[in-house]
């Protein structure tokens, strides 16, 4: 039953193509670069906290070795990597 409110949560292409970038820990500047959907730093930031916020994405910071300590303001000393609801969610709703 638990798994069915993953697929239940309806992403936006520009956070869907963030969370399948961040299978593995990716910095703040890779995903701006790599990003296709979108060049604004400020919107990509606002989608991978979107993504934090569903608890797909988390954050770490190289300074502090606690993963739920974030700062938002500092999202470039970031790296973001998806959670285990985040990677469920990748499986049951594969790309197209």
Not at 29 to 47: F, G, M
């Amino acid at each position: 039953m638990e798994s069915e409110s993953y697929q239940m949560i309806e992403l936006p292409d520009l956070e869907m193509e963030i969370l399948r970038a961040c299978l593995f820990p990716e910095t703040f500047n890779t995903l701006v670069d790599e990003c296709k959907l979108e060049n604004k730093q400020s919107v990509i930031a606002d989608a991978i906290k979107n993504l934090i916020h569903y608890k797909l994405l988390v954050a770490s910071n190289a300074d502090v070795s606690l993963s739920w300590i974030y700062d938002s303001d500092k999202m470039k000393d970031s790296s973001f990597k998806a959670t285990a609801k985040g990677v469920e969610w990748m499986e049951l709703n594969p790309p197209d």
